[in-house]
């Protein structure tokens, strides 16, 4: 969700956690949560993926984002946007072509 929100400022890269993450990146992430969920793939512990373990991790997820410092006000107000918009892509039942074409629809 981070590189949707870079890409949504036009910005084709984000740096996370050190590295530089592009589209490819972005795009595995979602193809494996969409994978996972539908073919109900289970985490190395034996716990099953689903879309209710998603919203849970993605809350966090949120939560940490919004707690790091340097995060820009422009980028804090948009994430969540950018959150409901990955999760919708990973919930519905046909996998979309490419991540940025249900993000079109969002530019300004």
Request: charged share 25%; aromatic share 10%.
């Amino acid at each position: 969700m981070q590189y949707i929100e870079s890409w949504l400022r036009g910005n084709g890269c984000v740096p996370l956690y050190n590295l530089m993450e592009d589209a490819a990146t972005a795009e595995i992430c979602r193809a494996q949560l969409w994978q996972w969920i539908r073919h109900g793939a289970r985490t190395d512990d034996g716990r099953l993926v689903t879309e209710g373990r998603f919203d849970r991790l993605l809350t966090d997820e949120l939560d940490r984002i919004h707690s790091r410092s340097g995060l820009g006000a422009a980028c804090r107000r948009s994430i969540p946007h950018c959150a409901r918009l990955f999760a919708a892509m990973i919930k519905q039942d046909t996998f979309d072509e490419f991540l940025t074409l249900p993000a079109y629809e969002h530019l300004s």
